[in-house]
């Protein structure tokens, strides 16, 4: 019988195996590891995590040379300056988006007005 399969079980094993190895894991081993799955959900996420591999490797070896420690710190830093930015970013485009409503409702009732005078004119 097949069971559907998490991805976070397909990556921590595919971490495993690839830890324990060296080698890139198989569709096969993932199986094996956890214990069954759909074969098709397996080699999905497999691929996926393949490619978040493949961005590890490229963040290793472009990172700075530094301590592990220390590069971990300023990643941190960094994501929560990022997300610090979108916030800030966020909450400019909802006043600026604010304001139009605004303008936009003003300019129609200021239409509106204006009709009602010409009609009695």
Do not use: C
């Not at 081993?29 to 497999?46: F, P, Y």
């Not at 220390?70 to 916030?87: G, R, S, V």
């Amino acid at each position: 019988m097949t069971k559907r399969t998490k991805k976070s079980q397909v990556k921590t094993a595919a971490w495993r195996i690839f830890e324990e190895t060296g080698q890139l894991p198989s569709r096969q081993s993932i199986m094996e590891e956890i214990g069954g799955g759909s074969a098709r959900d397996v080699a999905a996420e497999l691929a996926e995590w393949k490619e978040e591999l493949a961005d590890w490797v490229h963040h290793q070896r472009h990172r700075p040379d530094m301590p592990d420690t220390l590069y971990q710190a300023m990643i941190t830093i960094w994501d929560k300056a990022l997300e610090d930015a979108n916030q800030v970013a966020q909450s400019a485009l909802d006043k600026a988006r604010a304001e139009v409503a605004e303008r936009e409702q003003a300019a129609k009732a200021s239409a509106a007005s204006h009709g009602e005078r010409s009609e009695g004119w």
